[in-house]
Structures are given as C-alpha cells and as structure tokens.
C-alpha cells in the first residue's frame, strides 16, 4: 500500500480520506507502532480504542476488522444504519431501532453476534423471493418473515 501512487488509488475510486487512513494505518503497521500480533490477542474494546485512533477509522470500520480481519465470532455493528434496518424490519419494529435498543436485541444472539450479524446484512442486501402462501390461508403469527431489500 505504501509503495502505491496515492494518485493511482484515487483512479481506482478511493476518496483521499480513505487513501490518508489506509496509508496511516499501513505507517503504523510497517514500522512497528501496530504489531498485527499484539492486535489479534487485545480484548475487543481495547482494540476498537487503538485503531480508532487513527484518524478515519471509527468505531464501525473498527468492529468491522473485528470480524473480517480477526474472525471474532461476538461482534456487533450496532450504528450500521443497513444493520438497524434489518433489525427493525426481522423483529418488526415500527420503527428505526437506536443503535443502543440493538445492542439489547443483539444480547440474545451471544455469543454468536458477528455470525447473526453477517445473517441480517445478508438479508439486508439479498432480495428474497415471497413464500408461497396457500389459497385461503393468512400470515401465522411467529412464521419466519422473508426480508427484502431494505432501502
């Protein structure tokens, strides 16, 4: 990342924002003030707390490494707005749930969070086909609900 010409990822469609974090990051990494090591055996929030100090990374991008780049299997994204969109819409909330209501609802998914959260952005982003409703019948409270595309 460091040997690229920053002009280069600009033409791949990186804001110059994105460029000057990911570049600060990669500083940080290849000279030692980042130790990958010591990154993946920090609890959680005190990983969260270092690299949101680098200027661009927030909490977000952060929870997001947790699960993509460490594999931390009780994450959740709870200020995703794609996120709370699923949440609303699978526990039929009328309305957009807080980022601190989703923490709540996301206490019952432990210690599997980050895995229910991949489910909810994967439904949060595929468009499901309707189930097949027989002639004369309704809608059975509790069935599952088929997400569609949140919006």
């Known amino acids: 990342m460091l040997g ?3 002009a280069r990822l600009r033409d791949a469609g990186l804001s110059w924002r994105k460029i000057s974090s990911i570049r600060d990051l990669a500083e940080r990494l290849s000279d030692g003030r980042l130790d990958p090591k010591a990154l993946a055996t920090m609890p959680d929030d005190e990983l969260i707390a270092v690299l949101t100090e680098i200027p661009g990374i927030g909490p977000r991008t952060a929870q997001g490494a947790l699960i993509i780049a460490l594999g931390r299997e009780d994450v ?3 200020g995703d707005l794609a996120l709370r969109k699923a949440v609303g819409t699978v526990y039929r909330l009328d309305h957009l749930p807080a980022q601190e209501e989703v923490l709540a609802i996301a206490e019952k998914w432990r210690p ?3 895995l ?3 489910h909810l952005f994967s439904a949060a982003f595929e468009e499901a086909p309707a189930p097949a409703v027989p002639a004369g019948r309704g809608s059975v409270a509790g069935s599952p609900r088929v997400i569609t595309r949140i919006r």
């Open 4 to 6: 690229t010409d920053p």
């Open 76 to 78: 959740v994204l709870p």
């Open 112 to 114: 599997y969070r980050s």
């Open 116 to 118: 229910a959260t991949a």
